[in-house]
C-alpha cells in the first residue's frame, strides 16, 4: 500500500495549484486523509484533513490557509485534492500526503498518521 501526492510546482504569488494525494493497495475514502508541509528550517505543519467517507465527511484546514486552501475527496479516481489559491511565498514547502489507516475515522484523527506519500514541492515566488 502507499500514497503518492503530486501536483506540485512553481507559481506566481496568487496562483493556484492543485495537488492530488492518490492511493494504490487500498481504498481512500475509507480513511482520514490529511496533508502537511514542511518548509526548509520549519517543523512539518498539519494544513488540512478530510474524515472517511464513512464517518461525517467533515474537513479541517489551519487557520493560515483558511479561505485560500480546500480538500475534497473523488472516489471513483481513488485520489484527495488540495485545492490552493491565492498562494503566498510563505506557502512554499514540501507538501505531504498521509493517511492513518484506521477505518471510518473523522478528522483529526485520534491514532497518528501511518503512512506518507514522498512529497511534492510547492514554491510560490515571482
Known amino acids: 500500500v502507499q500514497l503518492q501526492a503530486s501536483g506540485g510546482g512553481l507559481v506566481q504569488p496568487g496562483g493556484s495549484l492543485r495537488l492530488s494525494c492518490t492511493a494504490s493497495g487500498f481504498t481512500l475514502d475509507h480513511y482520514v486523509i490529511g496533508w502537511f508541509r514542511q518548509a526548509p528550517g520549519k517543523e512539518r505543519e498539519g494544513v488540512s484533513c478530510?474524515?472517511?467517507?464513512?464517518?461525517?465527511?467533515?474537513?479541517y484546514v489551519v487557520d493560515s490557509v483558511k479561505g485560500r486552501f480546500t480538500i475534497s475527496r473523488d472516489n471513483a479516481k481513488n485520489t484527495v485534492y488540495l485545492q490552493m489559491n491565492s498562494l503566498k511565498p510563505e506557502d512554499s514547502a514540501v507538501y505531504y500526503c498521509?493517511?492513518?489507516?484506521?477505518?471510518?475515522?473523522?478528522?483529526?484523527?485520534?491514532?497518528?498518521?501511518?503512512?506518507w506519500g514522498q512529497g511534492t514541492q510547492v514554491t510560490v515566488s515571482s
Open positions: 478530510i474524515s472517511s467517507s464513512s464517518s461525517d465527511g467533515s474537513t
Open positions: 498521509a493517511t492513518d489507516l484506521a477505518p471510518g475515522d473523522s478528522c483529526p484523527p485520534a491514532r497518528p498518521y501511518r503512512l
